[in-house]
């Protein structure tokens, strides 16, 4: 599933096409995809401006003026595909083995004033797409439970200090509950804490204060690179197409199983454990 740096890079490429366009035209082709629209999704909709194009966690969220928000979650397969009069078809984000367009995939197409095209398709229709209030944003079921944002001015070593503080559960458990902190994936967990040296079968209230600090800013570092690198190459996200991944990153851990640590003078070999169903990826050497 897409992480939070694949999220804000789609984000970032839909931002110069939506945010403050007018959204002339809105098709709805089925009646729902992981659960079912709204009602009157498309009149809500239709004629509305996009006053702004923000995320939280793994969200999409459109602010409308109108006084709702858009509310869009990619899925598993979820990908939005821009088409503006005289360019070629784009979509944000540099995909890797993409495959070729199928319109039967295509659920949602928002169409602008300006005379573009955003198509949402979704082969598995995984994703979902909500209208709610823009005041009441927050309290939402979605968002009301949610933690601080990991790149956000609220995120910081006091918060994980007191999140680990007295718990039996491992350091990744937590780092993935999204009480704790919003938007954090198995992917970019694994790479911080192998960058910090933290073994992720640990029961967190065994980590320092001073590792849960080089921690917090490993969660910072690796997922500022992974959207700076448009984000990450998935093998573990194979669209019902057979396309694999999303976007181009190199890993440290992730992934690497039976590949030697790049830690500095480490020689440990990265190995492969399965946590509540999701494979870990880190070095029995250097993660203690």
Excluded at 65 to 93: A, Y
Excluded at 129 to 150: I, N
Excluded at 221 to 244: H, N, P
Aim: aromatic share 8%.
């Amino acid at each position: 599933m897409p992480e939070l740096p694949e999220v804000e890079t789609v984000r970032r490429g839909l931002q110069p096409v939506l945010e403050g366009a007018r959204l002339s035209r809105v098709e709805q082709r089925r009646p729902d995809l992981r659960f079912a629209f709204p009602d009157g999704f498309v009149q809500r909709l239709t004629g509305a401006t996009i006053t702004a194009l923000e995320r939280r966690a793994k969200y999409l969220l459109a602010q409308l003026d109108r006084g709702d928000t858009l509310v869009m979650h990619l899925g598993m397969t979820g990908r939005f595909e821009i088409d503006e009069p005289g360019g070629p078809r784009q979509r944000p984000g540099d995909f890797v083995h993409a495959p070729a367009s199928d319109p039967k995939h295509a659920h949602v197409l928002f169409m602008t004033e300006a005379g573009a095209t955003v198509t949402y398709s979704d082969p598995r229709r995984f994703g979902f797409m909500g209208l709610v209030e823009t005041a009441r944003l927050d309290q939402h079921p979605w968002f009301s439970a949610m933690g601080p944002e990991p790149l956000g001015p609220d995120f910081d070593a006091g918060v994980l200090v007191a999140a680990f503080k007295g718990r039996k559960q491992t350091a990744k458990t937590l780092l993935l509950d999204q009480r704790v902190v919003a938007g954090l994936g198995n992917i970019y967990v694994c790479e911080a804490l192998h960058r910090s040296g933290i073994s992720p079968i640990k029961p967190a209230a065994l980590i320092s204060k001073a590792k849960i600090k080089i921690l917090t800013a490993a969660i910072k570092d690796v997922l500022a690179e992974a959207i700076k690198a448009g984000g990450s190459t998935l093998r573990d996200y194979a669209g019902a197409d057979g396309a694999l991944g999303y976007f181009q990153h190199t890993f440290r851990a992730y992934g690497r199983e039976g590949e030697a640590c790049v830690t500095p003078s480490c020689r440990g070999v990265i190995e492969r454990t399965v946590q509540a169903g999701r494979s870990t990826f880190f070095c029995p050497v250097c993660q203690l």
